[in-house]
């Protein structure tokens, strides 16, 4: 699990995520130190496995971003209980320091967390702040950034509107701080703006509309999302086709999860929830090739776990001759554990993507979301093992790239 | 789940099973004659969904074979408990008249099952007896012939011992009733030496030795094998990989499993167990690319639910930053309900083999199999859905040639 | 399991069911039956191994009762698929020839069944002609009759309302054909008025309001109810005093559960699920001796299983030194399998209770139901094992009673 | 969960433990202190919240006692990884000083476990020492001295040998250093010849021969056992009567638990293996008033787990109709967790019977054992409530006593 790569990448990458102070970021944070300093191996991250990858070090990885809450990285790490003392204790001096910068905060999109007042400013402001901040964290690393959106999930929005449509509608409804702009938007806008990568782990649309798709390909910027796939997604996208190659009919499934952290929280908000339920759904008929009437997905905030999370799923199928069977799954997993190693996978690979001189939708990222983004917003495949093997081909591709031109400076074209 | 072959082959294929009496069997049989009457889909047929592959159509599989019990098949099949009662009504006549053929008799390799006395005659009466059985059946149904080991499972052998090591050996022990050479042996060497294809659902050695391998690639007989991969193996194999993808590092995996058919009964014989353990064990180190110690595999024998299994997973898995993580997967299967379709289709898949010329190992038909047999005994691929992307592979390499050069005649080169 | 009255009582009960055509009471119809006949033990009939218990038994038990639907009750069995076809065909006379009573018939509290139109007739109407029918019944049969409620639930009601205070006030409203009096209130009412006791195994409310409970009091008239204890709540009331006897901390307790019946689709209403989930909630606490803030109750519609019913529990404990464990029970269990017995023990107990001149609510059959009526509506004891050896301390009181004084003539003071 | 007794009793008990490095005696040594310290409260301690007993105060329990490795506490605890960082780090103080007293060994008795040399010293000597050893904790404390046994189960013996039979025939066998007399009978035997009460938490026989159990009623010193009923035994005696209660008929019930501490390396032994299921077999027939034949009890020891336990039922029952439903319980339990409360308790209660001047096989504490001791060796109840229900009689009864008669020296009558 620990191998090293025979030419490991030695650029730095910084990532700035929206929502540093959560349980996901601030995982990822205290992993990457806790894995710089030599006190914990690459288990969990799935990329590490791999040898020859042109992809930047997990020890020249470095982090800012954004969020609503105030506290330093260490107080809000300890908050969240993810880590072990021991190991929270290793890296509090390096969290310590860290304080996100000021999130943009928009109470009709944040319902479920505290959210007391709106951010000061216009659309086109804060917009241009970004821009300023992703500049200078890119100086201060000296190497290329990339924007990962970590942030509770924003409440599902009409996507039929009119202003989601075309670059030029949109950014007319920027200049007009039309309010069906969200904060998530918004550095979506500012990312693609700005030549900055932009990965969205969260079930929030950000820069999955046509607008946004469409200028991230005029502009060439990899783009990737959405909403992570960690837990009982992940399990239902690896059964599902081993049960379809079986020829096991699945009659239903029924998909339940308890979790208790600030995720789960805002999900206790019917729209967040919404938009979370939105995204697992089409995902059982793509794998198995036919819909399933009786497929429940039911999200519950029940806090004795924490962070913790557990899935139970039930599935009924049938087999030969019509007989019914049933598989149970019991997931008894800890969030910010899966979904952090993925998010620092993204940010390399979009990373990559960039100094390849890829852009818009890097559809093969798909193994990462629950939600696949797809450049012209028609269905993706969700069937994990292709998912699977469609990414370790890109990578080797564009990994051989390198080993044959040599290796370019990774921070030349960085933030324009 | 009912997609029809563009062009059905309308050869006939006559499979005989050794073990027809037993629960997978009388399933097989009857559930053919279902789809036959056209009053069952195929569901659970895992090539069904296939368009233009070049197999033999269901609706000509007929069925004949070797018991130690002489019950005709509808009274075995109402004993087996499997079929419900308006299924078993259905196929009544024509599993009424069907009686199997006596089958070899060694009380040194059947210690679970009734079995009250040896066989009379030699080794090679039995081998000449077995070829004389498929050429009529070939006759009557005029079609290639195929036989599937469905037999309760003989116990273990020192498989290095030097009978089984070279043809020459083999056939001097055989001339000589060696009594290393057990029935499953006699009746692949029988299939071998009379050009019939032989595939090994059960964990017993049959085929599985150098002189029998060697001897199928002389002959180029095709032969597949050994041990079905139906229940707690299959998930196994489907969610090792994805856990090794995600880089969770299996610590522990705990399978346990309760059946109570007369499998489950042979199974209490210490020896038997062992073989059938053994079939189990490399699969994981193999799917993850580690050992793990901890790996424990236990069958137990328990009534209440006769042909109904259970299996019982417990996965212990790091992720990132060393945090435990466990699944649980509860399979409430139906041994039979998995198996029989699955034996028609190494059947189906063997007959093609022969009728493109093919013989040796088929190490294509690995997905089969929990431990499938490889041409030269080197260790075979178990990633279940690796295994099934080779199927296909082959599968549609092996129909196309069909299309393109014409339907053959199915039946011209069957039994010598 | 099969154990026989030393001295059987064998005068006769006539059970009158509300909702005859339904999965539960189709199943106490045909149980009851096939016992009779002697083609089934008493399995599943908790008081059946209690010897000496002055109940009427089980063979000379009779149904009617009414239903929406008008099929005979071999049709609506045949649709309910719980019994197995051979139990289902060794009655078919019997129940072929048994149709229900037009059952009375109220849009604004039935919503998640078929349910076209109003029945004609004013409240009143209703009444008189529930007593006519009971009376005729008694008649037929010459024994005691007891209405059992097996309807399905009505929605939630305001019961802090006016009308259902005082018997004065109901039976003001009564007389003004108010719609807050609903089917189930107008049956209870009709029993209590007519001196037949009353079970209500539905989570309606019925005669649980203090207007009726008065009433029967008034009237000495026993009445029983509400919401049979049959899965989920049974296996709870179980543990949760166990865990309290050990001193585990019940720190959350996630109750999730799918179900596919008539019930389940009836649940689909948001009012009605109301109902069901309000007569569930306070059971964990009045077992432990403290709430639990995160006990989490979910009922699912979903199809697959029919009748048959899947809950799956978790409960978070915290043990010595505070430290968490888990303990998660999944019980695959039949409703109507569960219930009908329940049904039947209920009409007997009550019987029992109204040959000793017992009236009122009848307390010590607690643990028949989920939320246990009491007298004067306080809150009643959940322990499952408490209320078990309640019932039986009253039964044999009661029995011995009978053993003593000589046996009464069970028919002598029936429907007046 | 943290109520007070009302008049705490204030003398002293000291708690002198066969195998205190052990997980479960560290456990319970630092869980006191911790206690004692305010820093956690009695959740887990079954005894606690009963207001009003005359039992001494967890803050007056000392330990003591023997181990056959010479770690001190601290370093034992740390090793077990029972406790968290913080509590460890809390009692460091405390358990630093405290060493076991060097146990008795005998390889011939201990086979999973560390045990290089045997024992110097003849039995009677050993016998000797012992009751110096309490004599010496009890002078220090000022109080009753309790002994409890928790060290690694002795393999199972033949007790219908004749040494076991009368205390004539045992002391003989004593005097001669009979190999049939193993350590746990020779600590067993010096309690009781020294009036020290005895409880014995482990599965091996000890006490409870003929011979011993005899002594201890004619010196009349409490003793109590055998075999902790903490985990899986625990909850089966919980739900097999409430299945009783409802007529639910089990057809099997299939057990199985993995765990990786010492306890479970011990049990990897075969001899082992069998005494403790030897005490798990008749829980159930006993529980349901006739025998499951397929009742299987699985024991593995997996190491992925350390101290945690997990325990796995699935159970088969009939209900109404013979119809069939599964019950699957998983228990995630921490065995030290479980056990450690429960062996305090033991001793607080021997204390009590000690001082109320009673004798012999203390009965009532049957709740605390999976295979109870009864004083004429007749099978015990093992229905968990009546066991609870019987322990709290005898609780209450002898505590009324005390606040009848006023308070005694607790510690008068102590050692002789």
Request: net charge negative; proline share 4%; aromatic share 6%.
């Given at each position: 699990m620990t191998k090293q790569h025979s030419q490991p990448n030695s650029a730095n990458l910084g990532i700035a995520i929206i929502g540093l102070g959560g349980a996901v970021a601030t995982t990822a944070v205290a992993g990457t130190e806790l894995i710089r300093k030599g006190?914990?191996?690459?288990?969990?991250?799935?990329?590490?496995?791999?040898?020859?990858?042109?992809l930047i070090d997990y020890g020249n990885v470095y982090f800012r971003g954004w969020d609503l809450f105030e506290d330093d990285l260490y107080a809000a790490a300890a908050n969240h209980r993810v880590l072990s003392s021991e190991q929270l204790a290793s890296v509090r001096p390096a969290l310590s320091e860290m304080r996100p910068w000021k999130a943009i905060s928009n109470r009709d999109y944040c319902e479920g967390v505290v959210c007391d007042e709106d951010s000061k400013g216009t659309h086109r402001e804060h917009v241009d702040s970004i821009g300023r901040q992703l500049r200078e964290f890119a100086g201060e690393i000296g190497g290329r950034v990339v924007v990962i959106n970590l942030a509770s999930t924003e409440h599902a929005l009409d996507v039929s509107d009119q202003i989601y449509q075309t670059v030029a509608a949109f950014e007319q409804a920027l200049t007009q701080n039309?309010?069906?702009?969200s904060p998530a938007m918004l550095y979506a806008y500012a990312c693609i703006q700005h030549g900055v990568p932009y990965g969205n782990f969260t079930p929030s649309r950000a820069a999955d509309i046509p607008a946004l798709r469409r200028l991230a390909a005029e502009k060439n910027v990899p783009v990737a999302g959405k909403?992570?796939?960690?837990?009982q997604t992940y399990i239902k996208t690896v059964l599902a086709p081993a049960l379809r190659a079986r020829a096991l009919r699945v009659r239903g499934w029924f998909s339940t999860n308890i979790l208790g952290n600030r995720d789960g929280e805002a999900l206790r908000q019917p729209k967040s929830l919404e938009n979370k339920i939105g995204t697992k759904g089409d995902v059982l008929a793509n794998c198995l090739g036919y819909p399933v009437e009786d497929h429940l997905v039911k999200i519950n905030y029940y806090r004795p776990r924490g962070d913790d999370k557990e899935a139970w799923d039930n599935i009924d199928i049938d087999g030969f001759l019509g007989q019914p069977m049933q598989i149970k799954v019991n997931f008894l997993c800890k969030d910010s554990i899966l979904a952090a190693p993925l998010a620092i996978e993204i940010a390399r690979c979009l990373e990559l993507a960039s100094r390849r001189g890829q852009g818009g939708v890097i559809e093969e990222l798909g193994v990462f979301f629950k939600a696949p983004m797809t450049g012209d917003g028609r269905e993706p495949n969700h069937n994990f093992t292709e998912q699977h093997l469609t990414l370790l081909a890109w990578l080797e591709k564009n990994s051989r790239v390198a080993s044959e031109s040599g290796r370019e400076n990774a921070a030349s074209d960085s933030v324009a």
């Amino acid at each position: 699990m620990t191998k090293q790569h025979s030419q490991p990448n030695s650029a730095n990458l910084g990532i700035a995520i929206i929502g540093l102070g959560g349980a996901v970021a601030t995982t990822a944070v205290a992993g990457t130190e806790l894995i710089r300093k030599g006190l914990q191996d690459t288990t969990g991250l799935p990329l590490a496995e791999h040898d020859q990858l042109d992809l930047i070090d997990y020890g020249n990885v470095y982090f800012r971003g954004w969020d609503l809450f105030e506290d330093d990285l260490y107080a809000a790490a300890a908050n969240h209980r993810v880590l072990s003392s021991e190991q929270l204790a290793s890296v509090r001096p390096a969290l310590s320091e860290m304080r996100p910068w000021k999130a943009i905060s928009n109470r009709d999109y944040c319902e479920g967390v505290v959210c007391d007042e709106d951010s000061k400013g216009t659309h086109r402001e804060h917009v241009d702040s970004i821009g300023r901040q992703l500049r200078e964290f890119a100086g201060e690393i000296g190497g290329r950034v990339v924007v990962i959106n970590l942030a509770s999930t924003e409440h599902a929005l009409d996507v039929s509107d009119q202003i989601y449509q075309t670059v030029a509608a949109f950014e007319q409804a920027l200049t007009q701080n039309h309010p069906g702009i969200s904060p998530a938007m918004l550095y979506a806008y500012a990312c693609i703006q700005h030549g900055v990568p932009y990965g969205n782990f969260t079930p929030s649309r950000a820069a999955d509309i046509p607008a946004l798709r469409r200028l991230a390909a005029e502009k060439n910027v990899p783009v990737a999302g959405k909403d992570g796939k960690t837990g009982q997604t992940y399990i239902k996208t690896v059964l599902a086709p081993a049960l379809r190659a079986r020829a096991l009919r699945v009659r239903g499934w029924f998909s339940t999860n308890i979790l208790g952290n600030r995720d789960g929280e805002a999900l206790r908000q019917p729209k967040s929830l919404e938009n979370k339920i939105g995204t697992k759904g089409d995902v059982l008929a793509n794998c198995l090739g036919y819909p399933v009437e009786d497929h429940l997905v039911k999200i519950n905030y029940y806090r004795p776990r924490g962070d913790d999370k557990e899935a139970w799923d039930n599935i009924d199928i049938d087999g030969f001759l019509g007989q019914p069977m049933q598989i149970k799954v019991n997931f008894l997993c800890k969030d910010s554990i899966l979904a952090a190693p993925l998010a620092i996978e993204i940010a390399r690979c979009l990373e990559l993507a960039s100094r390849r001189g890829q852009g818009g939708v890097i559809e093969e990222l798909g193994v990462f979301f629950k939600a696949p983004m797809t450049g012209d917003g028609r269905e993706p495949n969700h069937n994990f093992t292709e998912q699977h093997l469609t990414l370790l081909a890109w990578l080797e591709k564009n990994s051989r790239v390198a080993s044959e031109s040599g290796r370019e400076n990774a921070a030349s074209d960085s933030v324009a």
